[in-house]
């Protein structure tokens, strides 16, 4: 069974720090991988897709980035915090190549940046 | 705009008492159609999917969906709530043949009463 740990936890950051949340899924190879964003109380928001290691695709820009530096990783990053990323971070994996398939949602990270 | 709208912020219902939640999508072509539940400071569980056939789709812990293609609509029931399932409900929508791309209505949250 596939497995998807997201790390870390929850994070209090300054604003102006850099941030880098990580995601893993085990079990699956060359899995399709998402960000997610997610406002105190609000909906979800895509941020990134990856179909493949080293490929990244931007669907909307909130000054992060995103890298896909192994198979199984997907890590979300900023050099410079602002109030306004605060909130929940999901990942999530489909099934790849092919674009046909549901998406299951990591356990989130909770971000508050002061 | 291709959207899928989920008019009720908030529902209040007794235990053991029947159960709607609304979805309805607006795009040129039926989308791949999506329920998932959000529990307090949880991630999301998938509850069902419709991508084509039976209207009617069964999803776990007794929820099942019915899309109406001349309505529009995606709308999610059980037949008898139990408290457990107080939680937030967020209905999802992909284009047709592009399930990476995952467009998430504002939720509904459910409080169900003792």
């Known amino acids: 069974a596939q497995t998807i740990h997201q790390w870390p936890v929850a994070e209090i950051k300054a604003v102006g720090s850099p941030l880098s949340l990580g995601c893993t899924i085990k079990g699956k190879s060359s899995p399709n991988l998402y960000w997610y964003w997610q406002a105190t109380g609000g909906t979800l928001q895509q941020l990134f897709y990856?179909?493949?290691?080293?490929?990244v695709e931007s669907v909307v820009q909130l000054n992060l980035s995103a890298s896909r530096p192994k198979d199984d990783q997907f890590i979300l990053s900023t050099e410079k915090l602002l109030l306004s990323h605060s909130g929940f971070y999901l990942c999530?994996?489909?099934?790849?190549?092919?674009?046909?398939?549901?998406?299951?949602f990591g356990p989130g990270t909770r971000l508050l940046v002061l | 705009a291709q959207s899928v709208t989920q008019p009720d912020a908030r529902v209040t219902v007794s235990e053991g008492a029947s159960l709607q939640l609304r979805c309805k999508y607006s795009y040129s072509a039926t989308p791949y159609l999506f329920w998932y539940v959000q529990y307090p400071r949880q991630g999301l569980q998938l509850l069902l999917k419709y991508y084509s056939g039976d209207p009617v789709v069964q999803g776990v812990n007794g929820f099942e969906a019915e899309f109406s293609k001349s309505n529009s609509s995606f709308h999610l029931r059980k037949a008898s709530v139990h408290w457990s399932d107080s939680a937030v409900y967020f209905c999802a929508v992909s284009p047709p043949g592009n399930t990476r791309k995952l467009i998430f209505g504002l939720g509904t949250t459910l409080q169900v009463q003792p």
């Open positions: 999530a994996w489909s099934r790849g190549p092919f674009n046909q398939d549901t998406q299951y």
């Open positions: 990856s179909i493949t290691v080293g490929q």
